[in-house]
């Protein structure tokens, strides 16, 4: 299964936003709007940060905020804090038979 | 609180059938929309989603994986079983169990996992 595709890397200072991408195609992000993003702190597992391209579980800060565009999707971290330091990975619906995950991103907190 | 726990063999060797367990608590799977899928991740890579059972019964599987895979449920005992078939190096991996609830919209194929279990490292070697 085709992964989407994550920079492998970003940062930023704190207090600053950082952005991340996730490139899908039109099989994927681009007509779906399931698209999920999850934190991953070394050896924890993922937490769900946002759901269906935008919206945010209970209990997740309003600095984490989610898009979509065509067949990119983004994940805006504001106000960046030094516990957002993490791996970052997007997911998609990938139509019938699938459920596909990015390939990740590490953001940095500078 | 919806919790999850995976258990399971730490080393298989090539060849052989892996069984993992899924024990959780906080939830019911005979709740209409309920279910648990399975995520595993080889060190130092990326998420990849293999199975997972609904309420009732009604299973996904991912297509790369689907002939080396079955994933089944006691739900009173609350837990979810998943084995796969002919282990390989390369499927060295921590594996994840997830609840979500599902929706029709997308013929029940998953769309988000939250909360996700500690997981559990499985080694594939002789």
């Known amino acids: 299964q085709s992964a989407l595709t994550q920079p492998p890397s970003a940062s930023g200072s704190p207090g600053q936003s950082v952005t991340i991408s996730c490139s899908g195609t039109s099989r994927d992000v681009g007509t779906y709007n399931y698209v999920s993003w999850y934190q991953q702190h070394p050896g924890k597992a993922p937490k769900l940060m946002i759901y269906e391209v935008s919206k945010r579980p209970s209990g997740v800060p309003d600095r984490f905020s989610g898009s979509k565009s065509g067949n990119t999707a983004s994940l805006t971290v504001s106000g960046l804090q030094a516990e957002d330091e993490a791996d970052y990975y997007c997911?998609?619906?990938?139509?019938?038979?699938?459920?596909?995950f990015g390939t990740g991103t590490k953001v940095t907190v500078l | 609180q919806i919790t999850l726990k995976e258990s399971g063999p730490t080393l298989v060797k090539p060849t052989q059938t892996l069984t993992l367990t899924c024990t959780f608590s906080?939830?019911?799977?005979?709740?209409?929309?309920?279910?648990v899928g399975w995520i595993r991740q080889p060190p130092g890579m990326a998420l990849e989603w293999l199975a997972l059972i609904y309420w009732d019964d009604d299973q996904r599987y991912s297509p790369c994986l689907s002939n080396r895979l079955t994933i089944t449920k006691d739900a009173y005992n609350n837990q979810v079983v998943l084995s796969m078939t002919n282990m390989d190096p390369v499927d060295t991996a921590t594996y994840y169990c997830?609840?979500?609830?599902?929706?029709?919209?997308?013929?029940?194929?998953?769309?988000?996992?939250?909360?996700w279990g500690q997981g559990t490292l499985v080694t594939v070697s002789s």
């Open positions: 997830g609840y979500t609830i599902g929706t029709s919209k997308t013929a029940w194929y998953p769309t988000w996992f939250d909360p």
């Open positions: 997911s998609s619906y990938a139509g019938r038979n699938n459920y596909v």
């Open positions: 906080g939830f019911s799977l005979t709740t209409y929309g309920v279910g």
